[in-house]
């Protein structure tokens, strides 16, 4: 078990309620002075959070994606059976294959997408933007258009864990949004057996299905990432996955990595880090569901973030109990040990709810849980986060299925300036701007004064010129 110091490197940090050997999580007391004497800066610093360093992965990412440039489909299938043990029979994964998986998909299961779906696509339409004229002067107006992306491509990961939630999640907005054309890449796994050996998991196939998807392909890593913003070819030089505009969804540091590498050639959402759930809980909460939430996050993989932020002493003990009890009889025991004991983990004590929420807006999770009394107010206080859960009945786990929000959430702390994916996301706002003569003639004299201020006067003449008997 890896046991996380709240003083290593971290500058400011109390010492106080080290973890002992066998505690399932750490502890980091920032009561009295200790949280006081914390500049913003300095206490982000401080709480926990997971190493990833994505500017280091370049070095790894940046060859991958040179292969891909110049070596197109054979390249992609090479690196396919290099990172994912498998080669695929090819990139894009034929229709019937896909059709394949939506038929022997267990209707349970189908049921569920289709709910999710569907609550997706309520949340979603809502968010849709309407064009908007101003009247600026008479005959003056400037136009706000709301115009799609011409083509996404949306990645769905497929190692730990598989991932249909994420089709749904990527898929739904940009159809909500008018995107005209959209891929999904996966990766390929080397467990699949029969039609769907040497592609992405048929659950992940069913849901691009479900959705009317079907180019899809059998990607994964950095690799896809670079097919997205190159677009890859046959050895003949057939194209078979086209460039696209724009790059969504989460993945792991090499994806965050390609994504860095290759924005400007391709726009990005964000560079995913490890998930994160952030508690923020009272007296009132109820231990086990604050310990089954915490666990519920953790098992996403060994750098999942798990995080309470209390007042009482006591129901942090009650979580720790809970915690030891729970873990040792959950399904990936091994997974949420390993992230609950490491250094992205830990129980924050501080001193009251003003100091919480102080605390859980500056480390700005991915999801934050709110679980006091009169939790609705103290979510409208919150300013940073990607997603709230509100009270004891919408854990972080709804959101990730069937709430009808979107779960690909900024991590990392972004989540004090970005936001989660939503229609918004893809979509472009162009301003339209249409003046009449005299509209113009009636601020000419504003705009040659400015261009002259600024030493431009040939934007200045460029108004004049459309009145020669003026001059």
Known sequence: MHLWCPTNGRPGAAVADLPKLGDVISRLDLRGAALSSLD?????????????????????????????????????????????????????????VIAAALDQLDPAVRAAL????????????????????????????????????????????????????????????AQVA????????????????????GYPHPTILAACALLGVDEVFAAGGAQAIAMFAYGAADADGTVVCEPVTLVTGPGNIYVAAAKRLLKGLIGIDAEAGPTEIAILADDS???????????SQAEHDDLAASVLVTDSTDLA???????????????????????LGGRQSGIVLVDGLDEGIRVVDAYGAEHLEIQTRDASAV???????????????????????????????PTGGCACHSSGLSVQSFLRGIHVVDYSRDALADVADVVVTLANAEDLPAHGEAVTARFPTAQ
Request: charged letters at 20%; aromatic letters at 4%.
């Open 40 to 96: 913003a800066r300095a206490l982000r610093t401080t709480l926990p959070r997971a190493e990833f360093d994505v500017e280091a992965a370049l070095a790894t990412v940046r060859p991958i994606c040179e292969q891909v440039h110049h070596g197109g489909v054979e390249a992609l299938l090479e690196l396919g059976e290099k990172f994912d043990r498998v080669r695929p029979t090819s990139l894009r994964v034929p229709a019937a």
């Open 114 to 173: 289709e709910e999710s779906i569907r609550r997706a696509r309520t949340v979603h339409e809502d968010q849709r933007r309407i064009d908007t004229t101003t009247q600026v002067v008479p005959g003056g107006t400037v136009t706000e258009r709301w115009v799609p992306v011409d083509r996404v491509g949306l990645y769905v990961p497929g190692g730990v864990a598989v991932y249909p939630s994420s089709v749904v999640m990527n898929v739904v907005p």
């Open 178 to 197: 008018g995107v005209g054309s959209l891929a999904v890449t996966s990766p390929p796994q080397a467990t699949n057996t029969g039609v769907f050996a």
């Open 285 to 295: 909460a109820d231990a086990e569901l604050v310990a089954a939430d915490l666990i």
């Open 317 to 339: 003990d009650r979580v720790v109990a809970a915690l030891e009890r729970r873990s040792a009889l959950t399904k990936h025991t091994v997974r949420v040990n390993t992230a």
């Open 379 to 409: 979510a409208a206080r919150i300013r940073n986060a990607g997603a709230i859960f509100v009270g004891d009945y919408a854990p972080v786990s709804l959101g990730d299925y069937a709430a009808g929000s979107n779960h690909v959430l």
